[in-house]
Nanobody
Framework: QVQLVESGGGLVQPGGSLRLSCQAS????????VAWFRQAPGKEREGVSC????????YFADSVKGRFTSTRDNAKNTVYLQMNSLKPEDTAVYYC???????????????????WGQGIQVPVSS
């Protein structure tokens, strides 16, 4: 069993930045591709980004492209989502997830993730 824990969320003003972290309970993150998802109030969960095991390949939803980046530090068993130029429409609960694969799929996602974090709130408001 792998537990994923997100951190770094919180209230931010429009135009501001946040960095989310996703850490695994065991030293397993280095073997798997990791994705970030979000679910806004009243909306379905959507994929935000995906990063391969090496970190050499990253994918982003059109809505965040150019504003969000994803990196990983396998030595720290952690994946990051850097969010810049935040907008009110980025308000959501953000989740990280892993699947037993080393790369993201052709659509830039994970397919069916095997493990999910508990989620963290990111309200963007003035």
């Amino acid at each position: 069993q792998v537990q994923l824990v997100e951190s770094g969320g919180g209230l931010v003003q429009p135009g501001g930045s946040l960095r989310l972290s996703c850490q695994a309970s065991r030293s397993t993150l280095e073997y798997y591709a990791v994705a970030w998802f979000r679910q806004a109030p009243g909306k379905e969960r959507e994929g935000v980004s995906c990063i391969s095991v090496s970190g050499g390949s990253t994918y982003f939803a059109d809505s965040v492209k150019g504003r969000f980046t994803s990196t990983r530090d396998n030595a720290k068993n952690t994946v990051y989502l850097q969010m810049n130029s935040l907008k009110p429409e980025d308000t959501a609960v953000y989740y990280c997830a892993i699947a037993f694969r080393r790369s993201c799929d052709a659509s830039g996602g994970l397919g069916s993730p095997n493990y999910w974090g508990q989620g963290i709130q990111v309200p963007v408001s003035s």
